[in-house]
């Protein structure tokens, strides 16, 4: 059986008219990654499981990509062709496509084929096949013409063939279609004429089928018939006219009327797919994607497409990549293994030893102690032995001194001691080794705990579950109210460390907390005990530059103050004059160190972006006005540095501030438009946007320079020069 997953979109395509999509092809590049061909001019390498384009290549708006790109795997190069017959060779590192390697060759080419460990070739337009290290040494070489006049290719691909690659293309001539296969090492081509009847109608889509010990070609056919076309193993030379016989594999139901556009793939020996083609006889819709088992002649899955495909279908590594709509839909699949038994659901599975099962722990159950009415912790199990599973009890506090093994701890003591009674044995438990299941034996305690908080409101333990979460146990998972608990209490260090210690902690209650902190004063706070971390360490660099004699302008990493005003210059004066919420490099952080280290554990948290923006449109506006107030404080900071990294451990990244600003301007940027007195902190980021943009453009406009320095050979009479170069 074959099944479709659930798919994905790799990129948006631009449409050339509203209804057409513009040219575009998919190829395979390094590991994980394809290279995608789009719009005529750009080239753009995607990590296609994190849907995310790892560099892009652009040509002149007067020139276009006739050839779509390749990777050679060979020598780590993409390789494109525009204009026809000019020839691009470029690596990763290289950002201008027009310092690339350049060659102008004799003739069009039609397509530049990759094989696995494999030299590129090149199929020219007119038949001709060369390899790419040959054009290199010759650009100017003449080829011959293998086709005839008003011969024209539809189809092309490569393999290889007993360790010698072949390539393999399909020509058509007043309705007559050709095959060409052309062997490299030794230099052997062959020409074959497909047998096309009176019935089958027009070629559509060609797919090459690799069996076990022969190739095959299947065509679609704009009757809705797929043909198999087995090539032969022995080629004569001798035969003047070779007609390929064709074998019927599948008719597609519902084409009664011709297909005008269609795309074929062959997934496996026995399993194809059809782009663009009805899946039964009631269904008109031909937008769809189906899979077929050509043995059994059986639709195994279909995928509508509502939004209209071009009738393009490429398939790499499990997944099908489709032009969808104006995106590049990617559609994971998975085929099994044909067989009758299979289709009648009689396989039978092949015999194995049956490993006996471990015994399986109710967690639920055990965390809330329901299954026995006598007070117990955990239970060990060992998977290995078949002697059965104890429960471990809690011995009498005056044989603890003497006992060998770890203690365990009564629950009863959990459930009705005092503070300081719970204190005492946690503290006996955890100075003895854990057993195997102390994380349960935590998860348990702590359990047991918050339900006692939230049903008692003069009862909370705070020292106690403070040392349960200092041994890195717990998580949101296992106490889900922990925080809930913290919240009510108003325990910021607890709060601190559930942020630092939970991996998994959802967005809107990471929301809670962030909203928790910035509704609290300053005096709230200094009675309170934070761990500050490493917060003192670049707010004592506030301090140092508010020192008398220290008037250096600074302008590291692209950032001066002057550059910044110098931008402005066509701001309205009153807006330049607001001093609300304008930054001065100079200027104090806006909040204490306590709640900057509150805030910096919301920064360094976990999250996604989905699921977060829906609970942080809940932030006032005061809220939001005071939290990107830090938020530009700190990123201003970490631009003074050329590392953009201050000093400390737990200090928020330049990348993770950023992230978090652009989460507040798509959470509340209309409420940022319509405040009047949030004006200016748009501008100012708009003003650093700007400059920061500038400084970057002038270092690409010395990259090409100091590119040239780096080539020129050193002269042998022992002068030198040193040159300074100034950024404006």
Known sequence: MARLCEEFTLCGLQAADGVHLRAVNVEPARPGCVLVTREERTVTVYKV??????????????????????????????????????LRIWKDEDANLEKAFKATLTADVYRIHTLPK????????????????????????????VLSKDEVIRWSAALLEAGSPLILFVTEKDGVFQLYTQKLNPNDQHEYKLDLGDEMGCPLSFALSLEKECTALMCLYSTGCVYKIQLPSNRDSA?????????????????????????????DETHIAVLGAPQSHQCAVKDSLSIWNTRFQTLQTWKELPEGTSGQLWCYNGKLFIPHGNTLTVIPFTC???????????????????????????????????????????????????????????????????????SALDLTEIKTGTNE??????????SNPLE????????????????????????????????????????????????AVALDKSDYYLLQLCLQQFPDIPESVLCAC??????????????????????????????????????????????????VEEESSDAPAEKQAQGSWEFDVKSVCPVGPKKAALLNEILLSSYSDTFLLPPLKDLSAPQVMFFFQYLQYLYMKQCQTVNTVLPGDRIPTVSQVLDWINLLLDAHFMVLVMMSEAHGLLEHFNRFIRSQVRFYSELNKIEGSLQKLHQLQPQNDGLYSIEVIEII
């Open 49 to 86: 499981s994190d849907q995310k384009p790892l560099g892009s290549w652009t040509v002149k708006q007067t020139q276009k990509i006739s050839c779509p790109a390749v990777y050679n795997d060979q020598t780590r190069e993409y390789v494109a062709v525009h204009d026809h017959k000019v």
């Open 118 to 145: 494999a030299e590129p070739l090149v199929l020219f337009e007119r038949g001709s096949v060369r390899r790419l290290d040959d054009l290199l040494s010759a650009p100017q070489q003449e080829l011959e013409n």
């Open 239 to 267: 035969e003047e006219e070779w007609v390929l016989p064709q074998t019927l594999l599948l008719k597609l139901p519902g084409c009664v009327d011709s297909l005008i556009s269609a795309a074929l793939l062959a997934l």
């Open 336 to 406: 099994e293994t044909s067989s009758l038994a299979a289709v009648l659901g009689k396989l039978k599975q092949p015999s194995a030893t049956v490993k006996p099962l471990s015994p399986v722990m109710n967690w639920n159950a055990m965390l809330q102690d329901q299954q026995t009415g006598e007070p117990q912790l955990a239970v060990t199990i060992n998977p290995v032995e078949s002697t059965p599973s104890r429960n471990l009890r809690s011995r009498k506090r005056q044989n603890v001194s003497t006992q060998s093994q770890p």
């Open 421 to 430: 009674k719970i204190d005492e044995q946690l503290t006996l438990l955890l």
């Open 436 to 483: 195997t299941n102390a994380q349960l034996m935590i998860a348990q305690i702590a359990t047991i705990l918050v339900s006692r908080c939230m049903a008692q409101n003069t009862f909370y333990p705070q020292n106690v579950l403070v040392k349960l979460l200092l041994t890195r146990a717990l998580s949101y998972s296992l106490c889900p109210d922990l925080i």
């Open 514 to 563: 962030l909203k928790f902190f910035l509704s609290t004063s300053e005096a709230d706070l200094e009675k309170v005990i934070v761990d500050l971390g490493s917060v003192a360490s670049y707010m004592e660099l506030d301090q140092s530059s508010s020192k008398p004699g220290q008037n250096m302008e600074i302008v590291e990493n692209g950032f001066s103050s002057i550059l």
